[in-house]
């Protein structure tokens, strides 16, 4: 495609690569400038390289400003100085800069992302969506995961970040070694804000420099891939920090935001980017392909779909058309081009089909978050026992809605901030009864339909609230209780990748039946789960103080043989070491008698006597579920 066609499809809104047409650009011989402000009476290019002298640009006929410079710039700062027509002057980062200065400088960075030498073909040759295969993710804030002992001349520790490079070296072993399938990585785009999280973003093709060069993110997503982890990146389509520097009123008019002052700016104090803009549209689809492209990303998280599928994410407001045609447009091109992207929806609404196909009218998600699940979840073991068998169906509630869309189970960084207080501080009891619950609780979220997510943190029973600004307490790991649940997750995590029971029907009804679905007496479920060949579970959980002593798991096959994959209460796990036998053998009527002891899960294999194998293929009960 022509130079010229490529500007004609981005002002029409069908690009993916804006960022080939639009900042700065190391050649062999100099460095080329490009940027889009139509509304603009002045640009010119002040750079470290010529002493931040002013060098004017040249407007073409579609409003794009740009300057040849030769010579070798890699590595010197510049902005642009924008004059509007209304006679006011203003110095701008480059909206398609690729690296820029650590916060607080603004400066954009001449760099060159070619050269590095990626080892991840054999990854890439195998990656897919993992609808049929085990995807359990660990969030994780690069900039607080661990930290680095403060330096001489930074006492407190507010740049003691660690690199991409040492997260590679850290934190890829760590995913290995608990069995985690995926990372995924809070926005890493350039922000002003440590305290954002990386949410109000001014650069959107910029990884962030307070973790290293663009080269050392490449690293580690490379590695990770050579590890055989996939990595996502959390990604903000909705809004942008109003920073004068950055985006906001660009070059005088509304270029990003809506023109209406009523519609412009989000609950956060943010701008709104403006769908009805061609150009918009194909500046938040280019930034999507970017990160998928150059930097090999297998995913992207989005942001606050509620709010981009409904205005201010209020129904009572109406659909936002505008975001759902960007959200249709944006992923319908991102599967086109990239067929394995997994591309993941943050949606707390009711909203209709949004993991559904876009041709089929829906949204084109891969997955959604199940937000009602993890609400229902929390808010049941935050009860006093005694309360439990009233909200019984807090529990079962999510099989009754699950298959209409492809739903992922979080327990997100989101959950532990701002006085939510942190996963097992929510759960009702005493110290240990806290721990018990918390084993059963992470037992019932892997053994439960839908892939999984996990923030940092949660592995280690932490009590005290994610702070961005300090390391996690890995010193937690030196105390019993926190060792145990730590070793208890890692176990959890490689069985739940092992059973193809626990991930490969997921999404098919047949995958999952209700067991013991309105045990409210005694706070009791049980559920199996079926990979529609041949593996076969059983899982029981009870969510009360009682031993229940001859509890009846019924619906098994006749005769069964059942095998404890998993016992929460095993005295190696921290539990009461009751004793169980390692296998148990229903009875005529698919009945196993177990004793439940307080608080604790069971994983059962369940394999079905020889001779009542059919010869052609399994069969499976009719499913029940809610």
Known sequence: MKEEEKLLDYLRGGSLRGWEIFGAHPELNGTSFAVYAPAAAAVSLICSAHNWQPLPMERDQYGVWRLYLEGNLEGAMYKYRVTTAAGEIHDRMDPYAFCCERRPNTASIVT????YQWGDEA??????????????????????????????????????????????EELVPYLQEMGYTHLELMPLMEHPLDASWGYQVTGYFAPTSRYGSPKGLMELVDRCHQAGIGVLLDFVPLHFVRDFYALHLYDGSCLYEPDREE?????????????????VLSFVKSALDFWLSVYHFDGIRYDAVANLVYRDGNTDRGVNEPGVWFLKNANFALHQAHCCAILIAEDSSTYPKV????????????????????????????????????????????????????FLLPFSHDEVVHGKRTIIDKIWGIFEEKFAQLKS???????????????????????????????????????????CFHRYLRQLHHLYCREPALWKADYHPQGFRWLDVDNRSQSVFAYERWDLADSHLAAVF???????????????PPLAVCTVLLNTDALELGGSGREIPAVLQADDHGQVKLDLAPFAGMLLRVEE??????????????????
């Not at 009870?542 to 098994?556: A, C, K």
């Open 112 to 115: 060159r992302l070619e050269g």
């Open 123 to 168: 990854w890439l040759s195998r990656r897919s969506r993992c609808h049929d295969r085990p995807m359990n993710i660990y969030e994780v804030h690069a900039g607080s995961w661990r930290r680095n002992p403060p330096a001489a001349d930074d006492p407190k520790g507010e740049n003691n970040f660690y690199s991409y490079h040492q997260l590679a």
């Open 263 to 279: 519609e412009r700016y989000t609950q956060w104090g943010t701008a709104l980017f403006d769908f009805t803009k061609p150009h």
């Open 355 to 406: 993991t559904a196909p876009v041709e089929y009218g829906g949204l084109g998600f891969d997955y959604k978050w199940a937000m009602g699940w993890m609400h229902d979840t929390l808010d049941y073991l935050a009860l006093p026992f005694e309360y439990r068998s009233d909200s019984h169906n807090k529990l079962t509630f999510a099989m009754s809605y699950f298959h209409s869309e492809n």
């Open 441 to 483: 609780l992470y037992l019932f979220m892997f053994t439960h339909p839908g892939k999984k997510l996990n923030f940092m943190g949660n592995d280690l029973g932490e009590f005290k609230e994610w702070d961005e600004s300090k390391a996690l307490g890995w010193n937690l790991l030196q105390y019993p209780a926190h060792d």
């Open 542 to 556: 009870n969510f009360s103080e009682h031993l229940w002593e001859g509890y009846m798991l019924r619906g098994l």
């Open 609 to 626: 006597p020889e001779a009542d194998q059919p010869e052609d293929e399994p069969q499976h009960p009719q499913n029940t579920s809610l």
